[in-house]
């Protein structure tokens, strides 16, 4: 059974940062890319960052550039997000999420809170 799940969110003073994390289990996690999306009160899903599987290319949206970095430990099937200087905008449910042969595949979500 594929299993996501997140955790590392928080309510978090603008400027502030966190570190998300995403336990994988289920499927081979180092063959397969990872993303993170995020989805504010009353809008869709929003795509946030990408990583290859080998975790050498990754990608972000335009709205975290330079401010949150994407990682993984393939030994430990584990994925991250560093978030940095945080934004109101930032608040959210934040979830891993992949492709799998079978389907696509999300956790339950952390919640990330930022206010003052």
């Known amino acids: 059974e594929v299993q996501l799940v997140e955790s590392g969110g928080g309510l978090v003073q603008p400027g502030g940062s966190l570190r998300l994390s995403c336990a994988a289990s289920?499927?081979?996690?180092?063959?397969?890319?990872m993303k993170w999306v995020r989805q504010a009160p009353g809008k869709g899903p929003e795509w946030v960052s990408t990583?290859?599987?080998?975790?050498?290319?990754?990608s972000y949206a335009d709205s975290v550039k330079g401010r949150f970095t994407i990682s993984r430990d393939n030994a430990k099937n584990m994925l991250y997000l560093q978030m940095n200087s945080l934004k109101p905008d930032d608040t959210a449910v934040y979830y891993c999420?992949?492709?799998?042969?079978?389907?696509?595949?999300r956790g339950q979500g952390t919640q990330v809170t930022v206010s003052s």
């Open positions: 289920g499927f081979t996690f180092g063959s397969y890319t």
């Open positions: 999420t992949t492709n799998l042969w079978s389907g696509t595949y």
């Open positions: 990583i290859n599987f080998g975790g050498l290319i990754t």
